[in-house]
């Protein structure tokens, strides 16, 4: 059974910095791409980043380019984002997705709010 858990959300200040875990199982975790996506309150859902397998190459929303990094860890199945620079409108559910054999899988998610 695949099974996602994010981790790391909190409360943070405007300026501040948090890392979001997503620990990944019941898949051969080497072999897919991971994403993060998130949902702000009231909006609908919003892709922020994908790890490729493989070569590790990875992409990011304009809205987070250079402010956010993702990550993963093969030996420990568990894929990263590092945010910083946060700011109000990265207040939301973070999710942690993998698209294993055609379908989709979410974690529960991990609230991130920004605000002073």
């Known amino acids: 059974e695949v099974q996602l858990v994010e981790s790391g959300g909190a409360l943070v200040q405007p300026g501040g910095s948090l890392r979001l875990s997503c620990a990944a199982s019941?898949?051969?975790?080497?072999?897919?791409?991971m994403s993060w996506v998130r949902q702000a309150p009231g909006k609908g859902l919003e892709w922020v980043s994908t790890i490729n397998n493989g070569d590790g190459s990875t992409r990011y929303a304009d809205s987070v380019k250079g402010r956010f990094t993702i990550s993963r860890d093969t030996n420990k199945n568990t894929v990263y984002l590092q945010m910083n620079s946060l700011n109000a409108e990265d207040t939301a559910i973070y999710y942690c997705?993998?698209?294993?054999?055609?379908?989709?899988?979410w974690g529960q998610g991990t609230q991130v709010t920004v605000s002073s």
């Open positions: 997705n993998a698209r294993v054999l055609s379908r989709n899988y």
């Open positions: 019941g898949f051969t975790f080497s072999n897919y791409a």
